[in-house]
């Protein structure tokens, strides 16, 4: 089963891991056989945000879809078991400490 | 239905009261999903409704009602092709062990409850529904029941069980027992599932009725089969002391009208013994061999309540000295709480009332009846009848039950007689 993890950073804390511990917990997923995919996003002053109209108007505004203190920092898309082994590796996620979050959700099978 | 027939369905449904719980459980191993289990269960005992009368009971009923449960299982499967792979998993399986429906030592079906509690108190199933989601398929209520137990309409219960139960098959909810080393963060949860439903059977958080003893009976049920499955875990053998040494006191705790009749005012007469001192030897058991936890503290306090002859007798320093275990263990403000009025005991209204005070900023507590009740009595006791019957008063906008607003409104007229 295909868990996408999405990891939120927290703009008012420092997140305090190192380049080596994703680089360390990237290379546990890719060893442990269950990355699909994933990315680091680039940082949130380059985001841009697009919007179609009912008569086919685009507007494109500067900065992401919503004004949260949380930013989507990047993501992984693992193939595991069951919901209790994609909440360890979310767990083992350096962005799950320090004040970030890493949301869990399935991907839709069709 | 005839007479005849209702009075035999009666019984086998009363006699698979208990096996229904492991027939689920097995099969939802079996078959990893508990729609089909649940349906599959109940055909399985209406098939049994049919056939039994007639042929006679079976020498082992719920073998026979896991077979027959099974057989049904794999013929829908069959139809459906979206659970190929599940059966062609199954298929293997049934190679295996030759299709025999294994047996436990006591006679009954493997106990796969165990995966299925920890499933229902998952902790990513949101906290209100794991009590509901035991009841259900753990104690084997109807949803019927199971609203009447929260007291919410039928169809919000269904909804809520429905999204709960789509949760655990989409998202992947494993029914699995977690390892060792994952216990102490999963056990709790599954322990503050059976006693929710416990405290909701104990103390109801509204409604005509104060108890309701039979939710309280279920919850008990629940942690006895749970100490079954887990009798080294410390907390598990608190949980149920905890449960039994307050059940125990049942029959004292409302007057002939129902009405609230508070732990120092109880007939301790009336409080059932047998069950105290199975308590009492489970307490034991709980706090020995290692580090206290909560549960267990809890036993030990309604353990010494359960022992003295009166409140006044009450070994209020060593209930103090408890609640300052547990306060370390589970620094809540409702333990506080219980804390200040066992002080009240100890050292006068006076000591009680100041800690009381000090929790008046715990936004928890604003809203909690008992805080302002607990605050009413000492207030009373100091002689401070105007500021105490304010309190009264204030307490009687927050209680739930009409047990306990009648309670308070009797406190509230010794403080404050009805001017004339």
Redesign the interface.
């Known amino acids: 089963m295909k868990y996408m993890l999405l990891i939120y950073g927290s703009t008012d804390t420092q997140n305090a891991c190192t380049v080596e511990d994703w680089m360390a917990y990237d290379k546990e997923v890719q060893e442990a056989g269950i990355f699909v995919t994933g990315h680091s996003l680039a940082d949130l002053t380059t985001a841009t945000t697009v919007r179609v109209d009912d008569s086919g108007e685009r507007t494109v505004t500067d900065g992401p879809f919503a004004e949260t203190r949380e930013v989507l920092g990047g993501y992984y898309v693992i193939d595991v078991p069951d919901l209790d082994v994609a909440l360890d590796w979310a767990a083992r996620c350096p962005g799950a400490r320090d004040g970030g979050t890493v949301e869990v959700r399935p991907v839709a099978e069709f | 239905m005839d007479e005849r027939a209702a009075g035999t369905r009666a019984s086998v449904e009363a006699v698979f009261r208990e096996e229904r719980g492991r027939l689920l459980a097995t099969l939802v191993h079996r078959f990893g999903d508990l729609d089909l289990a649940e349906d599959v269960a109940s055909e399985a005992v209406e098939a049994a409704l049919v056939h039994w009368p007639v042929e006679g009971v079976p020498a082992r009923p719920g073998a026979w009602l896991l077979t027959t449960a099974r057989r049904k299982a794999v013929d829908r499967l069959r139809r459906d092709q979206a659970y190929a792979a599940r059966l062609a998993l199954l298929a293997a399986e049934a190679e295996r062990t030759g299709g025999a429906v294994p047996e436990e030592a006591d006679g009954g079906l493997p106990d796969e409850r165990l995966r299925l509690f920890f499933t229902c108190a ?1 902790p ?1 199933l949101p906290a209100a529904d794991r009590g509901a989601l035991t009841l259900r398929y753990l104690a084997g209520l109807t949803t019927q029941e199971v609203a009447r137990a929260y007291l919410v309409p039928n169809a919000t219960m269904a909804q809520r069980l429905v999204r709960a139960k789509k949760k655990i098959r ?5 029914f ?1 027992v ?1 390892e060792p080393h994952e216990l102490p963060g999963r056990l709790p949860g599954v322990l503050q599932a059976v006693y929710s439903i416990f405290t909701e059977g104990y103390a109801a958080s509204s409604g005509p009725l104060l108890q309701r003893l039979d939710l309280a009976e279920e919850a008990v049920r629940l942690g006895r089969i749970l100490h079954r499955l887990l009798p080294a875990e410390r907390e598990v053998t608190g949980l149920l002391a905890l449960m039994l040494l307050v059940h125990a006191r049942r029959d004292a705790r409302t007057g002939p009208d129902g009405e609230l009749v508070l732990l120092d005012a109880q007939d301790r007469g009336r409080w059932d013994r047998d069950m105290i001192a199975e308590g009492e030897a489970l307490a034991v058991a709980a706090l020995t061999g290692g580090p206290p936890g909560p549960y267990g503290v809890q036993a030990a306090i309604a353990a010494l309540h359960d022992e003295a002859a009166d409140a006044a007798s009450t070994d209020w320093p060593q209930v103090v000295a408890l609640y300052d275990v547990l306060l370390a263990l589970n620094p809540s403000p409702v333990v506080a709480l219980n804390r200040a009025v066992a002080v009240a005991m100890r050292d006068g209204p006076a000591a009680g009332l100041a800690l009381l005070d000090e929790l008046a900023g715990e936004p928890r507590l604003r809203a909690y009846h008992p805080w302002v009740a607990a605050r009413a009595e000492l207030l009373h006791r100091l002689g401070r009848d105007a500021e105490a019957a304010d309190a009264y008063r204030r307490a009687l906008e927050l209680a739930g039950t009409e047990p306990e607003r009648s309670h308070l409104r009797r406190r509230l007229a010794a403080v404050a007689p009805p001017e004339r």
């Open positions: 998952h990513a989409e998202a992947r909810i494993p699995r977690p």
